[in-house]
């Protein structure tokens, strides 16, 4: 079984930067991608970005590309996701996710972090 627990989030103002960590433990090699998703109030879980252990291979939702960077250390287990240029409709509970495929759905994805809190202030 693997364990997530992100770590990171705050508030920011429009155009800062945070930092998200996600630290996975247990069975992680039997997960190959390390997913980031973010949920706002009211509105339906997205896909933010994802990046798979072995390789490295990255890919952005649309919404985040050229702003978002994800990266992993595999000696410590832990995926980052680095958001810069920050907007209001960044705000969101970020949670990472891991699965065996690449993958954009959120229903391929599990186990899943507790999820932390991003609020961008305008």
């Known amino acids: 079984q693997v364990q997530l627990v992100e770590s990171g989030g705050g508030l920011v103002q429009a155009g800062g930067s945070l930092r998200l960590s996600c630290a996975a433990s247990?069975?992680?090699?039997?997960?190959?991608?390390m997913g980031w998703f973010r949920q706002a109030l009211g509105k339906e879980r997205e896909f933010v970005s994802r990046?798979?252990?072995?390789?490295?291979?990255?890919y952005y939702a649309d919404s985040v590309k050229g702003r978002f960077t994800i990266s992993r250390d595999n000696a410590k287990n832990t995926v980052y996701l680095q958001m810069n240029s920050l907007r209001p409709e960044d705000t969101a509970v970020y949670y990472c996710?891991?699965?065996?495929?690449?993958?954009?759905?959120?229903?391929?994805?599990?186990?899943w972090g507790q999820g932390t809190q991003v609020t961008v202030s305008s």
């Open positions: 247990g069975r992680t090699f039997s997960r190959n991608v």
């Open positions: 990046i798979t252990w072995s390789g490295g291979y990255t």
């Open positions: 996710a891991a699965a065996s495929s690449p993958s954009t759905r959120g229903s391929d994805y599990g186990p």
